[in-house]
């Protein structure tokens, strides 16, 4: 087999056997090598001590990552590689971290510690293949299976059932049944997981390409972190809207929604507010008057609690809270949406409302759509024609309004503000003497 292994990494794999020890790429470059895709990072495991790793590459720049745990991170050429000693890990108390690890003479006992058979999969220099446990035919069938006991696998480390599901996310492949029964009993493993951890998988699974199965089979596993989730998932809607249920109407936009962060969160907890606003009618239909604000602030909350960063939740916030209002598709209402939102967070609305829209009674969406087509494109015209919005591109400035004898300090913002102000509502021009003329 021939691998593109990149110069960094081949030499320090020679270094390592000139030295007289064994070395091997390991893990997800491996992994990623035979799917054919170039991996991001480069791991190389290693018969060799750390510090018998250090003599060898002496000269190259070196982070010593975690020598307790024998890892060394080598720099040079344009990639990065952490170099481990082969180990075995001794007993897990926590649910998450071994309580020591132990380093091993065999490549076998390093392979049977990682968590998923095409993550236990090693090469050498020569391109050959170590894999004592299928990871090649399970990459061939699209599989996550666990190394060993799954049930075991994940009650030594609970971050494990979110990688699972945040592969299959990424890569479109389907968790092995027993891999995945395992994941529903032993959901609660996720207890033991740093709330950092869980959003670190959570957004790589978000922007995957298969999220929308993920969310489909592993309700269990989104509530275990996010509890607030639970009346979403049984929640019907009775509404000439809605064809699905709450969560196949929110996996629906999710999916609709391109693969940004931000979108998928929003699309996620747009409507989380929903069964909390619930209100049935004497016809049976279902209305849910004041559900985005009461989701906001549900989703400011989960937010919070799995640390994302403000400005991440900020945005989604904003987004879950608006993601319902009428936009008329006129120039007055876009420019004061352009001016509200700013214009990221308005085409981000727009794009949230044609995500939601796609996930309704379909023939009741088509001419959403095509409103929401018109108003972005229209929107776009108007901020390409240089259209006023924001105090940035109103025809006079703060000096000008100093000049005309306002006096200086917060005056000048508060005239600003009320020429913007008549300006959006189409009672005065953006023109410069006009505006003077106004003050
Ligand atoms: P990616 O880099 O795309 O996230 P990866 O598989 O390389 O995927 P890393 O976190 O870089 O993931 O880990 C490198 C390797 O270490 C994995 O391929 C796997 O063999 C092993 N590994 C990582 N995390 C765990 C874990 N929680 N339990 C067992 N083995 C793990
Ligand atoms: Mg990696």
């Known amino acids: 087999m021939t691998l593109e292994i990149p110069r960094g990494a081949r030499h320090i794999l020679e270094t390592l056997l000139r030295g007289g020890f064994e070395a091997y790429l390991v893990g997800g470059c491996v992994r990623d090598l035979l799917r054919g895709v170039p991996p991001h990072d480069w791991d190389i495991c290693t018969s060799a001590r750390p510090e018998e790793t250090e003599d060898c590459v002496a000269g190259r720049r070196m982070i010593e ?51 998923f058979t095409m993550n236990a999969m090693a090469v050498d220099l020569e391109g050959n293949l170590r894999d004592p446990f299928g990871g090649m035919a399970d990459i061939r069938g699209g599989l996550i299976r666990c190394v060993g006991e799954p049930g075991r696998r994940f009650r030594e480390d609970g971050l494990r059932l979110m990688r699972a599901l945040r592969f299959s996310a990424e890569l479109g492949y389907e968790i092995e049944e027993q891999t995945a029964a395992a994941i529903h009993e032993n959901r609660a493993m996720l207890e033991c997981v740093a709330a950092e951890r869980i959003n670190g998988e959570l957004n790589r699974l978000l922007v995957g390409q298969n999220v929308g199965e993920v969310l489909r089979r592993y309700p269990d596993v989104f509530c275990q972190f996010w509890p607030q989730l639970e009346p ?26 391109s693969d940004h962060v931000v979108l998928r969160l929003a699309m996620l907890l747009h409507d989380i507010g929903k069964p909390g606003s619930r209100f049935t009618d004497e016809n049976g239909m279902d209305h849910f008057y004041g559900h985005a604000a009461a989701g906001a602030q549900l989703a400011g909350q989960m937010l919070r609690m799995l640390k994302f960063d403000s400005k991440t939740r900020e945005r989604v916030v904003a987004l879950v809270e608006r993601h319902d209002v009428q936009i008329p598709c006129q120039d007055r209402a876009i420019l004061r949406w352009l001016n509200r939102l700013g214009e990221e967070a308005f085409f981000q609305l727009l794009e949230v409302k044609r995500a939601d829209s796609m996930g309704q009674a379909p023939e009741l969406a088509g001419e959403r759509l095509a409103k929401l087509e018109k108003m972005r494109t229209r929107a776009e015209e108007l901020i390409a024609q240089g259209r006023c919005f924001s105090l940035k591109n109103l025809a006079v400035n703060g000096r000008d309004v100093i000049a005309a004898g306002v006096a200086p300090g917060p005056a000048v913002g508060r005239a600003l503000n009320g020429l913007l102000e008549q300006v959006l509502s189409g009672q005065a021009p953006n023109e410069r003497e006009a505006l003077l003329k106004l003050l």
């Open 232 to 257: 979403l998932v049984s929640l019907e809607q009775n509404s000439p809207w809605h064809c699905w249920g709450g969560w196949e109407h929110t996996i629906r936009g999710v999916e609709a929604a």
């Open 65 to 115: 990552t975690g020598l307790r745990h024998g890892t060394v991170t080598v720099l040079g050429e344009g990639t990065v590689c952490e170099v481990t000693t082969y180990r075995a890990e001794g007993p897990y108390s926590d649910g998450r971290r071994p309580d020591y690890v132990r380093f091993v003479s065999s490549l076998e006992r390093d392979l049977a510690r990682r968590d």
